[in-house]
């Protein structure tokens, strides 16, 4: 099931590249109304693929399963976990495709945190007693991770909802400014005019 779920991530890596480099772009060049723009287009794609993935893990949990095996207990498991795999997919894409944006709007320390907390400090811990003591095993495995990915992304979307946008491309722009300043006087530092 990992296997299905890196095969679908790599959807949402390449959305967040691409967002990534828009959004950076436009902040870069003063349009942070453009870069918004850029984010939420982002978003609609991933909704549109969520959408797919999570409505063919349902429909076809049957099917996917004897792909790889022919023993009908694993089928049943399988069959029995895949909606829950395409859930953890659909939100494991946004929060892969927002994860761009963190990254272009400088936020890097906030998604070390975020990843920090969601997933080791709350996510591991409920995995582990959703798997043994409540005795839910591989299905509570899948439930913890979903919980710890779904809190990894809505960190996301409220560091970037409650951004001030015009104030992070100003500040991006000054950065640019201060780099270029300090490049040149490195540069005729070592080859001199």
């Known amino acids: 099931m990992l296997s299905i779920d890196t095969v679908l991530f790599q959807v949402s890596l390449g959305i967040a590249i691409a967002v990534s480099n828009k959004v950076g772009n436009s902040l870069g060049e003063g349009l942070p109304k453009v870069a918004k723009t850029y984010f939420y287009i982002s978003l609609i794609i991933t909704l549109f693929f969520a959408i797919i993935f ?3 893990c349902t429909l076809f949990r ?3 399963p004897r792909i790889y095996t022919s023993h009908e ?3 049943g498991i399988v069959g029995h976990i895949l909606p829950m795999l395409g859930l953890f997919t659909s939100i494991d894409i946004f929060q892969g495709s927002m994860s761009g944006a963190i990254l ?3 936020y890097q320390n906030f998604s070390i945190w975020a990843n920090f907390i969601s997933y080791w400090l709350i996510g591991l811990p409920l995995t582990y007693y ?3 003591p409540l005795k839910y095993g591989v299905y509570g495995m899948w439930t913890g991770m979903t919980l710890g990915t779904f809190l990894v992304g809505f960190s996301y979307l409220c ?3 409650f951004t001030d946008w015009e104030k992070l491309s100003a500040t991006i722009i000054d950065r ?3 780099e270029k300043t300090e490049l040149n006087d490195i540069c005729s530092v070592i080859i001199p005019v």
Do not use: H, P, R, S
Request: hydrophobic residues 50%.
């Open 73 to 75: 207990e694993v089928i």
């Open 176 to 178: 640019i400014d201060k």
């Open 130 to 132: 959703i798997m043994f």
């Open 62 to 64: 049957y099917q996917i």
């Open 159 to 161: 560091k970037i909802y």
């Open 104 to 106: 272009a709007m400088g």
């Open 54 to 56: 999570m409505t063919g």
